[in-house]
T-cell receptor, first 112, second 112 residues
Framework: SQQGEEDPQALSIQEGENATMNCSYK?????LQWYRQNSGRGLVHLIL?????REKHSGRLRVTLDTSKKSSSLLITASRAADTASYFC????????????FGPGTRLSVLP | KAGVTQTPRYLIKTRGQQVTLSCSPI?????VSWYQQTPGQGLQFLFE???????NKGNFPGRFSGRQFSNSRSEMNVSTLELGDSALYLC???????????FGPGTRLTVT
């Protein structure tokens, strides 16, 4: 079974609204990363949060990590149509030999 | 710095044939990972090469193989293609350690 699971599977919002996506995982991790993928293209790294960090910001992105609940959230503030994409969380864990394990992703649609 | 490049971008093959995909990592990156992405299974890890050695391997049959050259360029080969091998194949490079990965645009393989 997959290490990471994103929630919701799909999200549709209006431009200017905030979008929140969640990721849950099963085993202890070294770090957790969020990636964005525009339709059928390669993934773009957004942000990395280490297991000893609780919150991290990058521009309009805010990521939180709760290791006790084995969950993370990605908040995109003041969303734009260009934010329309799929968002994936990836965990890096000794349990998986330092491999990146990706969740199924959240499909975000930002309507103009 | 030039990004990760993958060739070819699109490929159509027939069942039973074999295929070789190529990936050139970012200059200075020694780790190259390969992923298969399908609508049903999501992003699945195939293998990772570091300094010409396979360091990690995912749960794929032996028909999937890879190699890395001394200049860090990598190839993956799929023999005896099956319809289910139709997918977007992504490669990603990174520096040493489980840091963020930089993805190429992918090779879209269609098996008919």
């Amino acid at each position: 079974s997959q290490q990471g699971e994103e929630d919701p599977q799909a999200l549709s919002i209006q431009e200017g609204e905030n979008a929140t996506m969640n990721c849950s995982y099963k085993t202890s991790i070294n770090n957790l990363q969020w990636y964005r993928q525009n339709s059928g293209r390669g993934l773009v790294h957004l942000i990395l949060i280490r297991s000893n960090e609780r919150e991290k910001h990058s521009g309009r992105l805010r990521v939180t990590l709760d290791t006790s609940k084995k969950s993370s959230s990605l908040l995109i503030t003041a969303s734009r149509a260009a934010d329309t994409a799929s968002y994936f969380c990836a965990t890096v864990s000794d349990n998986y030999g330092q491999n990146f394990v990706f969740g199924p992703g959240t499909r975000l649609s930002v309507l103009p | 710095k030039a990004g990760v490049t993958q060739t070819p971008r699109y490929l159509i093959k027939t069942r039973g044939q074999q295929v070789t995909l190529s990936c050139s990592p970012i200059s200075g990156h020694r780790s190259v990972s390969w992923y298969q992405q399908t609508p049903g299974q999501g992003l699945q890890f195939l293998f990772e090469y570091f300094s010409e050695t396979q360091r990690n391997k995912g749960n794929f049959p032996g028909r999937f193989s890879g190699r890395q050259f001394s200049n860090s360029r990598s190839e993956m080969n799929v023999s005896t293609l099956e319809l289910g091998d139709s997918a977007l194949y992504l490669c990603a490079s990174s520096g040493q350690g489980p840091h963020e990965q930089y993805f190429g645009p992918g090779t879209r393989l269609t098996v008919t």
